[in-house]
């Protein structure tokens, strides 16, 4: 069989046209349409804010019991397990000394309470995270409200992000972790092993209305706010309050405030 | 043909193992797929309806799931109001799993006969009774 060119123009045309229109009617065919598209909406409960901030009036939180109940809070509702050893420990909110949380603050001279006191940390949710720079997946983002979080479904546990985050405000599983759960919250996921995980702001609760869990167990120790709008609480105590932030000098820009030392309370 | 003899009886032995499982089960019908929707939530339904109308669900839920992660996630968009207008908490624990509390019977159901292993469990948590 022979073929001229005007021939084989006019069946490579064809076939051409009956593929492309072909795989856009099965295309068409192959999915159930819903007609009226479905919406996502914020919920109606919802409580907003240009940048999330949180100050934490270090002075406030005096025994071990106040650590312990704002830490229980946070870990209880969000599965956070305990390994029960440091090196493979999964914190969203922990302590550490003063040397550790302010190393450029310190000096030999200073207040020992204070010098003593353990200070409750968090992730900062910087305004200029290096842990979102960082992440290779995206997985690691920033909100538009100014909260750092994570899409584990995403994450495939690099740790860049660990080695990034100045303030070691990220764990990783290096286990299975749903064994070390002691109780586990049925409204809330887990992680499983090979995703780091960090604290989120509550950003869950957050859409519910709710404050952070930490803020609600401290008993007016930690005050969260928009940073953003002049008339927020928040915003008046870091107007009329001498506060400190980790790390400044990094250039992050953290989001979480202490007081140290306030005026109507000891340490 | 060398060897004639035993190229043929080898080649014959050789489609006989190759087609083996399909001549073992001709005229067998493979067990189908079968879903309950028999859980408490769904009992008290005075009209049994899913957040979408039921042909859908069963082709694109897997494509409903990842759009409600992505918006609930990373745009923040809890609410999820469907094409009859009603609105549903995104959530796939709490949710999903309220209404179908019987995972094994319903997910693990199809996604056994089908051979997908879908990672969701390792940390959305199953809801109780199938908890072992």
């Known amino acids: 069989m022979s073929m001229d060119r005007r021939q084989f123009m006019k069946i490579a045309g064809l076939s051409a046209v009956l593929g492309i229109g072909g795989s856009l009617i099965i295309d068409k065919a192959g999915h159930a349409g819903l007609g009226a598209g479905p919406r996502y909406e914020q919920g ?68 020992q309470t204070y010098k003593e006191k353990p200070f409750l940390l968090m992730c900062n949710h910087c305004e200029f995270p290096a842990c979102v720079r960082v992440c290779p997946t995206k997985a690691t983002f920033k909100r538009p409200d100014g909260i750092v979080v994570m899409d584990y479904h995403r994450c495939i546990g690099c740790r860049f992000c660990m080695a990034a985050c100045p303030f070691g405000a990220r764990s990783f599983n290096w286990r299975d972790p749903r064994p070390f759960i002691k109780q586990v919250n049925p409204e809330y996921p887990t992680r499983m092993k090979g995703v780091v995980e960090k604290c989120t702001f509550c950003v869950e609760r957050l859409a519910k209305g709710q404050g952070p869990a930490c803020a609600e167990a401290s008993n007016g120790a930690m005050v969260y706010g928009d940073l953003m709008d002049p008339n927020s609480e928040i915003r008046k105590i870091l ?28 340490a | ?27 067998q019908a493979d067990r189908q797929p079968d879903l309950k929707l028999d859980t408490p939530v769904i009992r008290q339904m005075a009209v049994k309806h899913c957040v979408e ?19 609930a996630l990373r745009q923040g968009n809890r609410e999820y109001v469907s094409s009859t207008g ?30 997908v292993h879908p990672y969701c469990f390792d940390c959305h948590l199953q809801p109780k009774e199938n908890v072992q």
């Open chain 2, 1 to 27: 043909m060398y060897n004639g003899g035993k190229i043929i009886l080898g080649l014959a032995v050789f489609a006989g193992l190759v087609t083996f499982p399909f001549l073992y089960n001709i005229g």
């Open chain 1, 44 to 111: 109606p409960n919802a409580i907003e804010a240009k940048r999330w901030g949180m100050v934490i009036d270090a002075g406030k939180i005096k025994t071990g019991e106040d650590y312990k109940r704002i830490i229980k809070a946070c870990h209880s509702i969000h599965n956070v397990p305990d390994f029960g050893e440091a090196k493979d420990e999964v914190k969203w909110i922990w302590t550490d000394d003063y040397e550790h949380t302010f190393p450029s603050a310190e000096n030999p001279f200073m207040d």
């Open chain 2, 86 to 115: 009603e609105k549903y908490n995104i959530s796939l624990q709490n949710t999903c799993l309220h209404c179908h509390s019987n995972k094994k019977k319903f997910c693990d159901e199809c996604h056994n006969y089908m051979a």
């Open chain 1, 239 to 266: 107007a009329t309050t001498y506060t400190i932030r980790r790390k400044p000098e990094l250039g992050t820009e953290p989001s979480i405030f202490y007081v140290i030392g306030g005026s109507e309370n000891n």
């Open chain 2, 53 to 71: 109308p039921k042909a859908f669900m069963r082709a694109e839920h897997m494509q409903l799931l990842n759009d409600w992660r992505n918006e």
